[in-house]
């Protein structure tokens, strides 16, 4: 590999040709401040909060955008340097609604951690503050563009890395905001809500619709049967958000957690539906190819890939499983075959989903997923990890030092290929496990370890029962659409195909807790999340979905078998065109 | 945005116009700009059909189409009247008080700058100099040059314009 040698604050560095001079920074152990910069996502050069200096080059120089070159002489941190950041920040803060206190990013923002650092006066600049109407019609993303700064970064990861692009640049100069084609809501747009543009903004002018309160009113209703479950990647994050480092497994504190948030809150695990959409799916895979049904068969459990297929890909409907996310089935779950076993009132329970996504507030809303007669959806709200931990807090629980406990009976047991749902690859896996199982009782290999790993796209022939089974995974709605035009134009040809629309999976998802540009522009916290999983995987006594008892319970006393009549009724659904179009 | 208050009455011929220019652009690198020029040629404007007619034959994004139309202040998401009135907001003429005839006419005709009239008869634009600035301040009505105006005359030559269309303001 071809290296170029520079000295960055006099400290000599050796970096592959290429780097950047923030790079090769990072290689001497100094971090150059970033805002519109983030890894993978935005790298534009626009912000000027990452300027330095160099020997012999006129001017301050952007680090996130100017390459390292044999001989230059960096410096970091001149007064000059310190001057032309802490000005470009008081700029930004000059139009900036500077609401920090109720901000939902305070103590989490990176304008906010960057004023303080660079000891600015956040009144310098006197300047019209904008006033711009907050678009809050959506059931899952709020934007707020008066604490916008124009780093561009939910743009380029909707544009770039979802190809999904329905918020742009409007207009010019002091009248330029981003929002969607013809100042629209983001709600009239094709908009698919995976949330990664939430989770790349680095202020507060983005985030999920809040819902906390209405579950706090839940709890404080004596009327209702609070029932929270956790979806299969949140175990692998919440610790984040309480200062555990990163791929910390909080299984056992967040049961308890969720325990603690009022009387007879109940906390499930969403592990076991997981294994129940594996059940349902894998039968409905086998089918499909013995029956010659539509094949490849797409997995249905991510709701911004659903949704994106619904837009843009409308002919591909037939390719969805009609398999309920675990979500959904969970909801369904609980509101048919768990109230009547009880004789609880599915009026009366209040079903609360912590999932890593904003699209699954969007799922929650689906008319196709009520599985009841009432006017009710199966799961009533559907909380973010990040909401979820300011729940925690709001509480007054000191999470780290919380018991680790089980999750309430009788739906707390799950098997690995529950658990490893939360990554890339991992519905994949877990149904490879259960269908080669079903075809040969006599299948051994547990670890599908080709279909694991970083968002490519990964195409994997397995032989089961002497029948040739063709897969192919990967996530990020861009991949995602490659992957559709290969199979468009017959260029490929597969059995059954993972698509998760966000990066990584979900512990990915834009409902994961925040991690700042000093960690995602250096720290591939991704695999670190993704590790969580499939260390708790590998050491779980059950490793095949149909292995879990609960599974086995609720089909033995309600939906008989998979793929059965009422197994069809609750657990399985259907799609509509969307439209790709503007409303 | 300014309210778009007269309904989309794009012809086929103007369609296809359109569309030809797509084809011929569509292996361009950069098409977009040119050919929202283009479009806006046809069809006087840019409204929100003909720019989704334009990325849906470019294969980009309407958010996208929508940012280039809205950062170029030559393109126009309204659509001029048959009149077209544009105020001259230039130096010489601003001193002479050309925003007390822009309100004037805004206030008559009861769009406001970057609109048309309901009945599509009169839109009204800002310019920045039209050289003419002995005349200050000037108002230009289609290809003709009204100078030395006050809120009043301006008034009255409205009026005449008016009273031509057969109507009554």
């Known amino acids: 590999m071809e290296t170029v040698h520079l000295k960055i604050n006099n400290i000599p560095v050796e970096v592959p040709k290429g780097y950047t001079i923030l790079q090769a920074a990072k290689a001497a152990n100094i971090e150059i401040p970033t805002l519109c910069y983030l890894k993978d996502i935005n790298c534009i050069g626009a912000c000027r909060v990452c300027m330095v200096e160099a020997k012999n080059r006129r001017g301050l120089l952007a680090a996130c955008v100017y390459p390292a070159e044999e001989g230059l002489e960096v410096f970091t941190n001149t007064p000059a340097v310190i001057k032309s950041r802490k000005t470009t920040i008081e700029l930004l803060l000059a139009n900036h609604k500077k609401k920090c206190l109720s901000c939902v990013r305070n103590n989490n923002c990176e304008l906010q951690k960057l004023a303080l650092e660079y000891g600015v006066d ?126 910390s497994n909080v299984e056992g504190k967040m049961a308890a957690a969720i325990r603690r948030l009022g009387e007879g809150v109940k906390i499930y695990n969403m592990d076991f539906t997981a294994d129940l959409t594996i059940l349902e799916e894998a039968h ?178 397995y032989e089961v029962a002497g029948i040739k089974i063709n897969v192919a995974v990967t996530s990020g709605l861009g991949n995602a659409r490659k992957l559709l035009e290969k199979i468009k134009s017959g260029e490929a040809d597969y059995h059954m195909v993972e698509i998760m629309a966000c990066p990584g999976g979900c512990i990915n998802g834009g409902g994961q807790p925040y991690q700042p540009d000093s960690v995602r522009n250096y720290v591939d916290y991704k695999a670190l999340r993704s590790k969580a999983l499939y260390d708790q995987d590998k050491a779980s006594e059950m490793r095949s979905s149909e292995e879990s008892p609960v599974c086995k319970m609720v089909y033995d006393e309600f939906f008989e078998a998979p793929g059965k009549e009422k197994a069809h009724k609750y657990l399985h659904t259907s799609y509509i065109s969307r439209g790709s179009k503007m409303k | 945005m300014a309210e778009n208050v007269l309904p989309f009455k794009g012809t086929k011929a103007q369609e296809e116009q359109l569309m030809a220019v797509i084809a011929s652009n569509k292996e361009v690198p950069g098409a977009l700009l040119p050919v929202l020029h283009e479009a806006q040629e046809i069809y006087g404007y840019l409204p929100i059909e003909v720019q989704q007619m334009v990325a849906d034959g470019l294969g980009v994004s309407l958010s996208e189409v929508y940012g280039v139309a809205t950062f170029y202040s030559r393109f126009s998401l309204t659509p001029k009247g048959k009149h077209r009135i544009s105020v001259c907001l230039g130096t010489a003429c601003y001193v002479k008080g050309a925003d007390k005839i822009l309100t004037e006419i805004e206030n008559k005709l009861g769009i406001k700058s970057g609109e048309c009239t309901p009945d599509g008869l009169f839109s009204i634009d800002s310019c920045r100099c039209v050289g003419a600035c002995g005349l200050a301040p000037v108002v230009m009505i289609d290809e003709e040059v009204y100078g030395k105006l006050t809120p009043k005359e301006i008034n009255k030559v409205l009026d005449k314009y008016i009273a031509e269309e057969g109507g009554d303001k």
Request: proline residues 6%; glycine residues 8%; hydrophobic residues 35%.
């Open chain 1, 122 to 247: 956040e009144d310098h600049f006197e300047s019209e503050v904008a006033d711009y109407e907050i678009d809050e019609q959506s059931p899952y993303i709020v934007r707020d563009n008066n604490k916008c700064v124009q780093c561009m970064r939910c743009v380029s990861v909707c544009k770039n890395v979802q190809t999904v692009s329905v918020i742009g640049a409007i207009k010019r100069g002091y009248q330029v905001h981003v929002g969607s084609a013809f100042d629209k809501s983001l709600d009239d747009s094709p908009c698919v809500g995976c949330g990664q543009c939430i989770v790349s903004c680095p202020v507060g002018a983005l985030h999920e619709k809040p819902q906390e309160e209405k579950v706090w009113d839940a709890i404080n209703d004596p009327e209702k049967e609070v029932i929270f479950f956790t979806a299969p990647s949140i175990k692998a994050t919440l610790g984040e958000s309480f200062g555990m480092p990163i791929g």
């Open chain 1, 284 to 461: 409905e895979l086998i089918e499909r190819i013995q029956n010659g049904g539509t094949l490849p068969m797409f997995t249905s459990c991510c709701p911004g890939w659903v949704k994106f297929v619904e837009h843009y890909y409308p002919d591909f409907i037939p390719n969805l499983s009609t398999c309920k996310s675990p979500q959904a089935m969970f909801g369904a779950v609980l509101k048919g075959y768990y109230a009547q076993k009880t004789g609880m009132d599915p009026n009366k329970m209040f079903i609360v989903s912590v999932i890593p996504c904003t699209a699954k507030k969007f799922e929650c809303t689906r008319p196709q997923l009520r599985s009841g007669d009432g006017d009710y959806d199966d799961v009533d709200v559907a909380l973010t990890t990040r909401e979820l931990a300011r729940m925690i807090k709001r509480a007054g629980l000191d999470f780290t030092s919380l018991p680790d406990e089980d999750y309430d009976a009788p739906f707390a047991k799950a098997t690995g290929g529950g658990v490893i749902f939360g990554a890339t690859g991992g519905v994949l896996e877990a149904a490879l496990r259960n269908a080669a199982r079903t075809l040969d009782g006599d299948f051994k290999v547990i670890d599908f370890v080709d279909v694991r790993g970083p968002e490519v796209i990964r195409e994997v022939t």
